[in-house]
C-alpha cells in the first residue's frame, strides 16, 4: 500500500469520501497562443492500450485524443456496452481537466475520450472556488488520478466580462462579480482591446495551475512527481489544445 501523503485524508475518512462520492465524481457546470506554446505531447492511442497511470502517459493520451479530434480522426473511446457493465462497479480516470462551461469546449471531445477516462470539472473562466477545488482533491486524491489539467480557451465569455467589468468600472449582475473578481488578477492593463481580453485568457489559467500546484493536498504529490498539474488553452479556430508555460 502506497504510504499516505502528508496532507491527505486519513484513510478512515477517505473511506466515507469514497461510499458518498463514489458515484458522482465528475461535476459538470455547463486571439491564438504565442508562438513559445508548444502543444501538448502527442502519441499512439490503439485499442486496448495500457491506461495511463503516470502524468507523463496522461498528458501524451490528451495529447493523442486532441490530435484527433483536430483532424476529424476521433475514434469514440470507452463507449462499448462492456465498458458500461464495467463501469458499474467502479471508476478509474486518469486526469482531471478544469475547464470552462462554454459549450464549445467539452473536454470529453476535444480530448477524444469516453465513459470513465477523465473527471471533468467545470466553471465558467475555469474559476476555483471550495467545491472546485474539493472535486479536484478528491480525483487526485480517492482516485489517484496523476494529472490535473486547467483549461483554458480562446474568446472565453468569462474573462472577456472580467475584463470589461474592470475597464469600465462596473459590476457585473449578482453571483457573475464573483467570476470578474478572481479573473481580475490576470488582466494586463498595458495591454487593450482584444489583446488584453486574450492574455487574460492565458495569465488565468496559469494563475489558476499554480493555485492549484500550491495546495497542501497537491503539492507533496507533485514534488514526488506522482502528479502534475498543467495549464492549457483550447483554440476554437483550430481545434488544438496547446500547454502553456
Do not use: K
Not at 154 to 167: D, L
Not at 186 to 199: C, F, H, K, P, Q
Amino acid at each position: 500500500m502506497t504510504p499516505r501523503a502528508a496532507g491527505s485524508v486519513p484513510i478512515g475518512r477517505r473511506r466515507l469520501v469514497r461510499t458518498g462520492l463514489a458515484g458522482a465524481a465528475a461535476v459538470a457546470a455547463g486571439a491564438v497562443s504565442g508562438p513559445a506554446a508548444p502543444s501538448l505531447t502527442t502519441g499512439a492511442a490503439g485499442a486496448g492500450a495500457r491506461r495511463p497511470d503516470s502524468p507523463q502517459s496522461a498528458l501524451r493520451a490528451l495529447g493523442a485524443g486532441n490530435a484527433r479530434w483536430r483532424t476529424y480522426h476521433e475514434s469514440h473511446p470507452d463507449r462499448t456496452r462492456t465498458v458500461r457493465r464495467t463501469l458499474v462497479s467502479g471508476q478509474h480516470p486518469f486526469a482531471v481537466v478544469l475547464g470552462c462551461v462554454d459549450s464549445r469546449v467539452p473536454p470529453e471531445l476535444v480530448f477524444d475520450q469516453g465513459l470513465g477516462d477523465l473527471l471533468t470539472v467545470r466553471s465558467a473562466g475555469s474559476v476555483l472556488d471550495e467545491a472546485i477545488l474539493a472535486s479536484i482533491t478528491f480525483g487526485v486524491l480517492e482516485l489517484a488520478i496523476p494529472l490535473v489539467v486547467v483549461l483554458g480557451h480562446q474568446s472565453c465569455g468569462a474573462v472577456n466580462a472580467a475584463v470589461h467589468s474592470a475597464q469600465a468600472g462596473e459590476r457585473l449582475p449578482g453571483h457573475m462579480q464573483y467570476l470578474a473578481d478572481q479573473i481580475r488578477p490576470a488582466i494586463d492593463r498595458t495591454l487593450s482591446g482584444a489583446a488584453r481580453v486574450d492574455a487574460a485568457v492565458t495569465a488565468n489559467v496559469r494563475l489558476v495551475r499554480d493555485r492549484l500546484a500550491a495546495e497542501p493536498d497537491l503539492a507533496p504529490r507533485i514534488a514526488a512527481g506522482t502528479l502534475d498539474v498543467v495549464a492549457a488553452r483550447y483554440e476554437l479556430t483550430d481545434q488544438r489544445v496547446r500547454r502553456i508555460l
